[in-house]
């Protein structure tokens, strides 16, 4: 029933619907907006003097969001709403409203679970993010329930049966129609009314166990501080006796305060890994009570996976074209290793990341800082506003929020405009750093587009968080080349939101499947990395100069160093989640698997006494689809190549790029999208090809620099 709820991407659509912006949909032009350069770079106090005048409101605009105490009355409305619908919608005739009843109903939930999942996890105030929580799990078990209703599903399959009905539909409301049987489907309708009860209190508990197991992903682990050598304690946050560490410090030049800090943040804890045990029986458990063979089974249908045996081909095919490019970047990691500490050169694990990043600095003379006055927050944003303006006819607005409609004075509301089609929506971008504000990038849908029974178009909201420092006295907020790409990225999702003007929220934007999600965020990601469009945006805050051609190549080469290493880290990651979604009751403990598997994928020896695994927080979101990263990032890549890269600001393939992946979320199977706009069927050797091409170096560019 509502699959596509509550989807948050960490890291983003049925028909275009031309014409569905104009009459009462249409929104002209507001005088309150404000070009979107100036609104990043201009002072946080200047932005909230005029909020503090304007009239008063909840959250994101919802009046009864002023307070925690409103999540309850936002969630009794839709809960009592949603009622209503599921009664109509059991007596309603076959036809396409059925439908459309099934939409509303899913919207109406999805306005309340969506919005209280971004809440929980962001607000400042412990209040809201605890009523948010407690909102979350409460619609989370009534669309268990929903999802195992059986007269309710008898209304949806009186339609799907009645093919006269189902000829006559749009072949977005048929698939829609199917994609929400399918939810029941794997939800268990069709079992007898115990074995539903059983499914509904698996999926209740997973909900529940999923929550923890994120919760404890994060938690810091605590040292007597007397077992660490002195002149490294300073790495580590003091206690009293005891010292936190709550990360790998995996840029710290010292081997010694990584190698401890990987050894103490990855020391196992018997409850967390009780937690991940008892996660990985219940998916198993509840795939199988449903008719699968294992959860990866069931958590790849409508993919463009499809199953788990597709995936492990191209993660066995990926691996065997790196391993002589990864056997050769663990040699250059382990010689400069040597160099730098003599004593002790065995690879390790904490190295891996370091040391490719000495490498690329040495080669390349990459420093960060050399970069960041180019970079500034507003001229980012800016480059993107001039990007989206060429290639698709999009502009975006800051525009003036009102009292109460945000969570932090310094988060910023962003108007999306299309040259002819007006208001697309609103972006809400949380960029900046705060106390207890989590430390990722990530795309948050707060409410999805949809056709209203009105005919006005429902505009999607959605969040970008990410975790930029704040403008100091001398200077606007200042990016480094990775969070300038991850904006890029978060960007990338956002605009597959607003673009996805489905007429079902149930398929909105980025409510798609998860290896197909993250094609337009990774494809932006391209257009960071190309000098064409960097050179349009990056200037020195102070002097105006724009960042020279070479040192744009040096950054997108360096990128190459030790890349088929970092990738094949990806591949075990991916690997591993395979198994552990694959056939149960499992071989052995998830600590062995993940010494075995790291051996045989990844190459690098398991450290004893270590259990990665437990902070392994995609095992949550990306249960059984980790491989997504991976196959987005081929298909990006293939239309990069053949669609951008000779001009990327080419408007009639922005258009079609629109036309063809980004115009239909879920509403059309993925990889039919990526042959409309490929032309062409990829096959697994394709997505590797295109994967490995992207190691090799630019001889250009390596020659003009060397």
Not at 314 to 334: A, H
Request: aromatic letters at 8%; glycine letters at 6%.
């Amino acid at each position: 029933m509502l699959a596509g709820c509550r989807r948050a991407l960490p890291a983003a659509l049925g028909r275009a619907l031309r014409g569905w912006s104009a009459g009462p949909g249409r929104r002209t032009v507001s005088t309150s907006w404000c070009p979107v350069g100036a609104a990043f770079d201009a002072k946080q106090q200047q932005q909230t003097r005029g909020a503090a005048a304007g009239r008063e409101t909840g959250l994101f605009g919802v009046p009864e969001l002023s307070c925690p105490e409103g999540f309850q009355e936002a969630q009794d409305k839709a809960l009592q709403e949603s009622e209503q619908l599921v009664q109509k919608a059991c007596s309603t005739p076959p036809g396409p409203e059925t439908v459309m009843i099934f939409d509303q109903l899913s919207d109406a939930l999805c306005r309340v679970a969506d919005l209280a999942d971004f809440v929980k996890i962001a607000h400042p105030d412990f209040a809201f993010r605890e009523a948010a929580e407690e909102a979350c799990r409460t619609i989370g078990t009534v669309v268990e329930k929903l999802n195992t209703d059986v007269e309710l599903c008898q209304s949806l399959r009186r339609l799907l049966a009645d093919e006269v009905v189902m000829s006559s539909l749009d072949p977005e409301t048929r698939r829609v129609a199917e994609l929400f049987m399918f939810d029941f489907e794997i939800s268990g309708i069709h079992l007898d009314e115990e074995k539903r009860k059983k499914a509904v209190n698996l999926n209740v508990r997973i909900l529940d166990l999923c929550n923890e197991f994120l919760t404890g992903a994060h938690l810091p682990n605590r040292i007597d501080k007397h077992v660490l050598p002195e002149h490294i304690r300073y790495n580590f946050t003091a206690e009293g006796n005891y010292l936190q560490v709550a990360g790998l410090h995996a840029d710290c030049p010292d081997d010694l305060v990584r190698e401890a800090a990987y050894k103490i943040f990855l020391h196992p804890n018997a409850e967390q890994l009780s937690r991940l045990e008892e996660l990985l029986a219940s998916r198993n458990s509840l795939a199988q009570l449903v008719g699968y063979d294992t959860f990866a089974h069931r958590a790849l249908q409508g993919t463009m996976a499809k199953n788990p045996e597709t995936v492990t081909q191209f993660l066995e095919k990926l691996s065997d074209q790196l391993s002589k490019r990864t056997q050769k970047d663990f040699e250059m990691m382990t010689k400069m290793k040597m160099k730098l500490n003599p004593q002790n050169s065995k690879l390790m694990p904490w190295d891996h990341p370091y040391y490719s990043g000495v490498l690329r600095a040495e080669r390349y003379n990459i420093d960060p800082g050399l970069y960041c006055p180019f970079f500034s927050l507003g001229a980012c944003m800016e480059g993107l506003n001039s990007l989206f303006s060429q290639l698709l006819g999009i502009s975006l607005y800051a525009e003036q929020t009102q009292r109460g409609e945000v969570w932090s004075e310094d988060v910023r509301k962003l108007a999306v405009v299309h040259e002819t089609e007006g208001l697309l929506g609103y972006i809400y971008c949380d960029f900046f750093q705060r106390p207890d504000k989590p430390h990722q990038d990530c795309h948050f849908t707060v409410r999805g587009g949809r056709l209203r029974e009105n005919g006005e178009y429902q505009l999607p909201v959605v969040v970008l968080m990410l975790s930029l420092p704040h403008s100091t006295r001398g200077a606007p907020t200042l990016l480094s080349p990775g969070m300038m790409e991850n904006l890029f990225h978060e960007m990338g999702h956002a605009m597959h939101s607003m673009l996805g003007r489905t007429r079902y929220q149930h398929v909105t934007g980025t409510r798609c499947a998860t290896d197909f999600a993250e094609v337009p965020s990774i494809l932006m990601e391209y257009f960071a990395n190309d000098y064409r469009v960097v050179n349009q945006f990056a200037k020195h805050y102070k002097t105006g100069q724009p960042l020279p051609k070479n040192m744009v190549s040096r950054l997108c080469e360096s990128k190459k160093v030790c890349a088929a290493a970092d990738m094949q880290l990806q591949v075990f990651y991916a690997a591993l989640d395979q198994i552990y979604h694959g056939k149960h009751p499992l071989k052995k403990s998830t600590t062995e698997i993940l010494k075995e598997t790291q051996e045989k994928v990844y190459g690098l020896p398991h450290v004893p006494n270590t259990a990665w695994q437990l902070r392994f927080s995609h095992l949550v979101g990306y249960g059984a689809k980790y491989y997504s990263y991976l196959m987005s990032r081929a298909v990006a890549s293939m239309v990069w190549k053949q669609c951008f890269a000779q001009d990327p600001f080419d408007r009639a393939m922005g258009e079609r790029y629109r036309r063809e992946m980004l115009a239909h979320g879920g509403g059309k199977e993925p990889i039919l999208m990526v042959q409309g706009m490929l032309q062409k069927s990829p096959s697994v050797e394709d997505f590797v090809d295109a994967l490995v091409s992207d190691l090799d170096q630019d001889f250009e560019t390596f020659i003009m620099d060397s």
